[in-house]
């Protein structure tokens, strides 16, 4: 798989290679590694008020239909062999286990899950967003696999979730318009193309000549 696409950078200001110093890191990321069928690393900045900010990276040799029938199956980002017994999912289960382990406030920046014929890349919308939504985005991704892969005859490369307009005013903090940002459009590359073609979930089609970004650069 090669490196994500420099045309949506991570943020350059994080320091790549430090490891937080949390207590139980090492079991939460056995948890990732079993419930997502992957190798699971992570790298942590401080935050505002004391938070601790995680970049996941995900990888498993699954394909991502596989990911989408085993996940819908309720086998893949769940517990062994149940979904969640609450509206939490089961992510956000695992983060408030690391945060009632150090008191404190962990929150996922940015996740990326790396499969051997994808990298999806999903950046926060929103306090807590990502591990809030990402079932659904899941959800979403296969409702539109269809139309993302132009009738099943291209598959994208990389994905990056969410896209936003250039120019866009600072997005309001209200959870709708949080949940707005993932699902309103996407960023998606192929082997054909040099520049991202432009998913608008509403129309189901790709957008011509675009100009977006991806995601919101973190405040701090």
Known sequence: ?????????????????????????????????????????????????????????????????????????GHWGTAPGSRSTTSRTRLEELLQALEQSNNSTV????????????LLVIRKSGPGSIPREFDRLLETLGAHYVYLTNGLQ????????????EGDPPRSDAPEAQVSDFYGYWAAYFETEIDARIYDLDARQCLAGAKLHYGSPPVY
Not at 45 to 72: A, K, Q, T
Not at 107 to 118: N, P, R, V
Not at 154 to 165: D, G, K, V
């Open 154 to 165: 291209q598959m994208p490369y990389e994905i990056y979730i969410p896209a936003l307009e």
């Open 107 to 118: 929150d996922i920046e940015e996740l990326s899950l790396e499969l051997s014929d994808i």
């Open 1 to 73: 798989m090669r490196e994500s696409n420099p045309n949506f950078p991570r943020n350059k200001t994080l320091p790549i290679g430090s490891h937080p110093s949390l207590s139980g890191l090492g079991d939460f990321l056995k948890d990732l590694e079993r419930i997502f069928f992957a190798e699971a690393s992570v790298t942590c900045w401080p935050g505002e008020n004391g938070r601790e900010d995680l970049v996941l990276h995900l990888s498993s040799p699954l394909l991502l239909l596989e990911v989408l029938h085993h996940h819908r199956r």
